[in-house]
């Protein structure tokens, strides 16, 4: 069936580095969705990309969603602890746009 | 406030005994949906409703139920716990209607469920 696939499945990094999470639909995506979840939280929406080849930027976060729109990338600069958490993406599937996440990426900041 | 409210956030029950957890969204939303969410295995999607009196299963439907009977309600239904249902439930809602951005989830507190 129709997949998201995120990886890595996590990521420890010291404070200051940059952080990647990338993923990849196994269908083209009308749009894709970025989630995260702070630890004992719930998912939480942070940007939406619609066009092929979009880039989006909120502060450090660079959200890019690729040219056949069958892939994605969160990149963080200079990494806080603030930044500690799950990041998900998402996409709609189907005509029904049934919203299908990948396993996403646990972010470790190591101090 | 706009929001997802679920209960109850934490419960511990046993096998078998009946219990439903409930679903309320205040933003006149018509899309719902019910996700678990176990280590390793990320968020996967029980069930969804496009709209009143519209529910479709999605890819880990077995053991639950839902109904959909008012537009601000979707009460998940274990109608015989199991063990292997222990996990943390969300439910999720959006507008729903196709264009950009209206599919955005916006998702409730979690309930903590434990089958004994």
């Known amino acids: 069936g129709q997949q998201v696939m995120q990886i890595p499945q996590y990521q420890h990094v010291q404070e200051g580095e940059d952080f990647t999470t990338y993923c990849n639909s196994s269908?083209?995506?009308?749009?894709i969705q970025w989630y995260k979840q702070r630890p004992g939280g719930h998912p939480v929406f942070l940007i939406q990309?619609?066009?092929?080849?979009e880039v989006k930027k909120q502060k450090r976060l660079t959200f890019q969603f690729g040219e056949a729109k069958k892939n994605s990338s969160l990149h963080i600069t200079a990494t806080q602890t603030t930044d500690v958490g799950t990041y998900f993406c998402?996409?709609?599937?189907?005509?029904?746009?049934?919203?299908?996440f990948g396993k996403g990426t646990r972010l470790h900041i190591l101090p | 406030e706009a929001q997802v409210t679920q209960n109850p956030r934490y419960l511990i029950t046993v096998t078998g005994k009946k219990l439903t957890v409930t679903c309320s969204q205040n933003?006149?939303?018509?899309?719902m949906s019910w996700y678990r969410q176990d280590p390793g295995l990320g968020l996967r999607q029980i069930y969804y409703?496009?709209?009143?009196?519209?529910?479709d299963k999605g890819d880990v439907p077995e053991g639950y139920k839902v109904s959909r009977k008012e537009k601000r309600n979707f009460p998940l239904i274990l109608e015989s716990p199991s063990p292997n249902q222990t996990s943390l439930y969300f439910c999720?809602?959006?507008?729903?209607?196709?264009?950009?951005?209206?599919?955005?989830?916006?998702f409730g507190a979690g309930s903590r469920l434990t089958v004994l």
């Open positions: 999720a809602s959006s507008s729903g209607q196709g264009a950009a951005g209206a599919n955005v989830l916006t």
């Open positions: 269908t083209t995506l009308s749009n």
């Open positions: 990309l619609v066009k092929s080849g």
């Open positions: 998402a996409g709609p599937m189907n005509r029904d746009d049934k919203i299908i």
């Open positions: 933003m006149n939303h018509e899309y």
């Open positions: 409703s496009m709209n009143v009196e519209v529910t």
